[in-house]
């Protein structure tokens, strides 16, 4: 199975900053078979970022994915209000698919 | 566009069984992969099982295997997850998702599940 590690477990940054998520795999995704998720309070996953630098539709560019092999990192370059919330990456290479703890951007 | 709609969630008590649905409409139910994924309350999200669009290949999660199945009815456009043995730690929200192959596309709304005596 692949562990992925999403450090740290809080973010806390202000609108108009740099936001910069890892997630780390015990073991190299095959294919780069890599997916974020954003989750907001009270609402189901909406998918972000699929084969590790993929945007999804309805995501605007400041959602960046990037990465390969077993370190991948999601990058908001510029943080707006509707953007604090909870992300999640991960691997759907191997069975079991497995997602990370999640990080959450909240406001400082 | 696409809708996934989860019934079936409800009250139980450990060691019984119940099963959820999920139908789905807006797009062609034959043609895409389903996953089952949870999430426990206050918790991190964790997949439960995928079945492929014919339903050949089914995988599950170990912490469910030989207690949940998941199946499929192409032309009532529905999916299902039986789950036996119940336990506490069951205990979430259950998502039914479409998936592209195996990644996790468009999710549902999602069904409570709380196994409790």
């Known amino acids: 199975e692949i562990v992925l590690t999403q450090p740290p477990g809080t973010l806390s940054l202000s609108p108009g900053e740099r936001a910069t998520l890892s997630c780390r795999a015990s073991q190299s995704v095959g294919r780069n078979y890599l997916a974020w998720y954003q989750q907001k309070p009270g609402q189901a996953p909406r998918l972000l970022i699929y084969?590790?630098?993929t945007r999804a539709t309805g995501f605007p560019d400041r959602f960046s994915g990037s990465g390969s092999g077993t370190d991948f990192t999601l990058t908001i370059s510029r943080l707006e209000p509707e953007d604090f919330a909870v992300y999640y990456c991960?691997?759907?290479?191997?069975?079991?698919?497995?997602f990370g703890g999640g990080t959450k951007v909240e406001i400082k | 566009q696409v809708q996934l709609v989860e019934s079936g969630g409800g009250v139980v008590q450990p060691g019984r069984s119940l099963r959820l649905s999920c139908a789905a409409s807006g797009f062609t139910f034959s043609n895409y992969a389903m996953h089952w994924v949870r999430q426990a309350p206050g918790k991190g999200l964790e997949w439960v099982s995928l079945?492929?669009?014919?339903?050949?290949?089914?995988y599950y999660a170990d912490s469910v295997k030989g207690r949940f199945t998941i199946s499929r009815d192409n032309s009532k456009n529905a999916l299902y997850l039986q789950m036996n043995s119940l336990r506490a730690e069951d205990t979430a929200v259950y998502y039914c998702?479409?998936?592209?192959?195996?990644?996790?596309?468009?999710w549902g709304q999602g069904a409570l599940v709380t196994v409790s005596s």
């Open positions: 079945i492929s669009y014919d339903e050949t290949n089914k």
């Open positions: 991960q691997q759907y290479a191997t069975s079991p698919l497995t």
């Open positions: 998702a479409r998936g592209q192959q195996w990644l996790i596309k468009d």
């Open positions: 084969d590790a630098s």
